[in-house]
């Protein structure tokens, strides 16, 4: 096994330990590097080639997050006289990008696995949007994941000066860069933060410049691009499949598609700007509703918390809590399907039994 080929891939120490309890049974690491459906494209230390899902991981799996998804490590057996791989276990990840899927179905849909470093770019055109932003950097609070915040097409905005500092303020100390993918004004400041060997993902909506980005980061075009209609910024290409690059010196990249809403998955995150105030309120399980001595209503009522934040705080709570509701019905439900699909198998196959018994 080539190993320098693994870690340049992202495989380090931990990935190793949990990859453990696969290496007697004849099967060897890969990472998920596209996902079409329920086939696959994977890297291995020998290179990469498509592959696809057992029989076993399509019946175990609770739900959709639990298939392999872009930037998974995954146990495969490789067949290198066809040039594939059956994967045959996803291995434990160590971080997650997720939302609520859209429909009316309570599941979690990752949006790609394994990263180090979420980029969140919107653009300074139409698509600067300060509540979006407050969604994005609440949906990785405590995953492991670091947020950037990248504020695109600088060259078409004259107030882009004014809006870096006021969306700092607002996130701190989430990081925010000022660039523009087009002019290349200020690509180095984003460049300088991609390592070799960390996987890093570009999230927001569509038109935003992602595929831009990354062309310009990789000094040739890797992703397709096409131009953003002007009256309300939305690109009329969209990146339908999640898929992770090798950019060599700046690492792994995921590049993921544009998303028209995020929907939050788990628990509602206290900004850290409300959890400063929140140590002064008279009692610790604070609501910050409607609690006598509540520090942070006051400091909201003084101007001192943006009214931005107080409004996200209250939304991603109730929205939080609303989902939470949900997991153990529909999970239920999920069982209960589950369990009568595989009692009919078993009675499909005792009747054919039975059937061959009486021939």
Excluded at 2 to 23: P, V
Excluded at 88 to 97: M, Q, S
Excluded at 142 to 162: A, F, R, Y
């Amino acid at each position: 096994m080539e190993e320098n080929s693994l870690i340049n891939l992202g495989w380090d120490r931990w990935f190793e330990d949990k990859f453990a309890k696969h290496e007697g049974e004849g099967l060897e690491p890969a990472r998920v590097i596209a996902e079409h459906r329920e086939r696959y494209i994977v890297a291995t230390a020998s290179g990469e080639m498509p592959a696809e899902i057992t029989g076993k991981i399509q019946f175990s799996a609770a739900s959709p997050a639990d298939f392999p998804k872009t930037g998974d490590w995954v146990a495969v057996q490789v067949f290198e006289s066809e040039n594939k791989a059956i994967i045959h276990a996803v291995v434990p990840r160590r971080t997650g990008f997720s939302r609520k899927a859209a429909g009316i179905r309570t599941e979690e849909q990752v949006i790609a696995a394994n990263i180090d470093v979420l980029f969140i770019v919107q653009g300074l055109d139409n698509n600067y949007n300060r509540m979006r932003l407050l969604r994005y950097v609440s949906a990785v609070k405590g995953s492991g994941i670091v947020p950037v915040v990248i504020l695109n097409k600088s060259d078409i905005n004259p107030e882009s000066g004014k809006i870096l500092r006021e969306t700092a303020d607002l996130i701190n100390p989430v990081p925010v860069l000022l660039l523009s993918a087009k002019t290349g004004e200020g690509m180095q400041t984003l460049v300088v933060l991609m390592k070799p060997g960390k996987t890093h993902a570009f999230a927001g909506s569509s038109g935003v410049g992602k595929s831009t980005l990354i062309n310009t980061i990789a000094g040739r075009e890797v992703a397709a691009t096409r131009e953003v209609r002007e009256d309300d910024s939305r690109g009329r290409h969209i990146t339908v499949t999640r898929q992770l690059y090798d950019l060599g010196e700046h690492g792994l990249l995921i590049d993921t598609p544009g998303m028209r809403e995020l929907s939050l998955w788990g628990e509602a995150p206290e900004f850290d700007l409300l959890a400063e105030y929140a140590q002064e309120c008279r009692f610790k399980d604070c609501t910050h509703e409607h609690e006598p001595g509540c520090a942070v209503r006051e400091a909201a009522e003084k101007g001192e918390i943006p009214s931005e934040i107080m409004e996200s705080y209250f939304k991603l709570r109730k929205e939080a809590a609303y989902t939470a509701s949900r997991i153990d019905k529909d999970a239920a439900m999920e069982r209960k399907k589950k369990e009568k699909r595989l009692g009919r198998l078993i009675r499909e196959v005792e009747n054919h039994r039975k059937s061959r018994r009486r021939g």
